[in-house]
């Protein structure tokens, strides 16, 4: 990040003095669509921080064809935005349509680099399939120049090597709805029609609130920016607590879109949110429904195994430092606690509804050992 970033932020990084956070969501909307024609005739969508359905494209966008092993997902394990992408890809089995593109989880100002350690994909640290160090060379393929933060998730047309979209709002909407063609046999269905209009609210007050609610405690720019804003996070989670009483999962008794959305944010929560963003009112741990709700779907196939804690430590620890300028990674917490049973099942429900759990995870994308106590170190 620099101070000509044009998203204004100017403390060295992250943070604008005595200014809330405000959170730059200009993207490249262009979309990857299963029928480009019909796309580009529906109407464009209102504006929105959530993506949209049943719309056509934002002015200017441009529609692309699906097409399976054309476009890599450049999504660093670290970033909770990324995780929505991995999560939805696992889950839909579109893992081998959609290649993936694996960052280091440090950055610097001119952007995310291959250099995911241990990684034999990026021996050398060049993408073997893009052949780039820095996906800032695939944003600037696209936009020579591009003025925004060079950000993950994208994806990137492997032809031209240029980045097709980084609106992850859309990215794992449109994973659901324009790739159900190549979807696994048992893919479950995020976004069911009948509760759409139950869960689009839930997703956008997740959003404001919680995903992003967490960011504007840890880069308020004043001390009464940070005290509004962890008043209004901490009703959020209050929120939660109680939505989660009577029903297993966010919306209705199967997984959804809410809950990838929802669990991105509580599986950071307090292995960095907590300490790094001050949002210490208490631990996630300490939250009785929405601790067993996290380690439920930590404990599904899909959302604990693309889960990453080393690299999620050291990425917030290590990038924003002008909130901690030693970019030291704390030691703790003890994470094994992510297995204890949760005892959600007794809710009913389950979580892929009628149709199955995902297979395990392709050896080369498996999260190192002792990174996740899903994978033991001396496992
Ligand atoms: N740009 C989006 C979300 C994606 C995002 O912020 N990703 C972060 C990592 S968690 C990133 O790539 N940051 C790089 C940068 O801002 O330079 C937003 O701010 O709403």
């Not at 980084?166 to 269905?189: K, L």
């Not at 990453?308 to 990038?319: C, E, G, L, P, W």
């Not at 917490?333 to 992510?338: G, K, R, T, V």
Request: hydrophobic share 35%.
């Amino acid at each position: 990040m620099t101070a000509e970033r044009a998203d204004g932020h100017d403390m060295g990084g992250y943070v604008t003095g005595g200014a809330p956070f405000e959170r730059d969501t200009n993207y490249i909307e262009d979309r990857i669509v299963a029928d480009p024609a019909t796309i580009r005739e529906l109407q464009p969508p209102p504006p929105s921080k959530v993506g949209s359905l049943g719309y056509g494209l934002a002015p200017g966008a441009e529609a692309w064809p699906v097409e399976p092993g054309r476009y890599r997902l450049v999504a660093a394990a670290a970033c909770p935005w990324a995780g929505r992408t991995l999560i939805v890809r696992r889950l839909l089995g579109l893992e081998h349509v959609i290649s993936l593109g694996r960052p280091g989880p440090v950055h610097d100002a001119r952007s995310w680099t291959f250099d995911l350690e241990g990684s034999p994909d990026n021996a050398g640290g060049v993408d073997p399939v893009l052949g780039t160090e820095r996906l800032q060379q695939n944003y600037f393929a696209r936009f020579p120049g591009y003025p925004r933060g060079i950000t993950v998730p994208a994806l990137v047309d492997v032809p031209s090597g240029g980045v097709v979209t980084n609106d992850y709002p859309q990215i794992t909407i449109d994973f659901s709805t324009q790739w159900r063609e190549f979807h696994r046999e048992g893919a479950p269905d995020l976004l069911p029609g009948e509760r759409l209009e139950e869960m689009w609210p839930v997703i956008e007050r997740v959003f404001t609130e919680v995903n992003n609610g967490v960011y504007r405690c840890g880069f308020a720019g004043s001390q009464e920016a940070y005290d509004a804003a962890y008043a209004r996070l901490w009703e959020a989670m209050d929120w939660l607590e109680e939505r989660l009483a009577g029903s297993r999962y966010l919306v209705g008794d199967t997984i959804t879109e809410a809950d990838v959305r929802l669990f991105t944010t509580l599986v950071r929560f307090d292995a960095v949110y907590h300490g790094h963003f001050k949002t210490n009112r208490n631990k996630l741990a300490e939250m009785d429904r929405l601790w067993a709700y996290a380690r439920d779907l930590f404990q599904t196939p899909g959302f604990g195994d693309t889960v990453d804690f080393v690299q999620i430590k050291r990425h917030y620890y290590a990038t924003h430092t002008d909130i901690n300028p030693t970019r030291i990674v704390p030691d703790g917490p003890d994470l094994s606690n992510w297995l204890e049973p949760h005892g959600r099942e007794r809710l009913g429900g389950s979580p892929f509804g009628d149709g199955s759990a995902p297979g395990p995870v392709p050896e080369p994308e498996r999260v190192a050992p002792g990174h996740n106590p899903l994978y033991p170190a001396d496992g």
